[in-house]
């Protein structure tokens, strides 16, 4: 059984810095794809980043690019999101999510229905 708990989440000003971690476990090989998604209320929810767990795939959100790095310990039993340079609009519930993937798919969250979920983590970054 796959479970995920996330953690790390928090307040920070504009301009600031949060690490994200979910830890990870009942993920019985290195074929499945792990994500981070966002939703804040009244909007729809976002993927933010994913990466395989075998490394090979890595997404990004446009919004989120060149601020966000998303990362697994090597052991896979945590999955990471450094969050730099956060902007108000970043503020949302964060979720961890993981998937089985589809060789040729990527692990966009476009291609997929992400279908383990973990419980969130609020993000609020104020101005």
């Known amino acids: 059984q796959v479970q995920l708990v996330e953690s790390g989440g928090g307040s920070v000003q504009a301009g600031g810095s949060l690490r994200l971690s979910c830890a990870a476990s009942?993920?019985?090989?290195?074929?499945?794809?792990m994500g981070w998604f966002r939703q804040a209320p009244g909007k729809d929810r976002e993927g933010v980043a994913a990466?395989?767990?075998?490394?090979?795939?890595?997404y990004y959100a446009d919004s989120v690019r060149g601020r966000f790095t998303i990362s697994q310990d090597s052991a896979k039993r945590f999955l990471y999101l450094q969050m730099d340079s956060l902007k108000p609009e970043d503020g949302a519930m964060y979720y961890c999510?993981?998937?089985?993937?589809?060789?040729?798919?990527?692990?966009?969250?476009?291609?997929?229905?992400?279908?383990?979920w973990g419980q969130g983590t609020q993000v609020t970054v104020s101005s």
């Open positions: 009942g993920l019985t090989d290195r074929r499945f794809c």
């Open positions: 999510a993981a998937v089985r993937y589809v060789l040729g798919a990527g692990c966009d969250p476009a291609n997929y229905n992400y279908i383990f």
């Open positions: 990466t395989s767990t075998g490394g090979a795939y890595t």
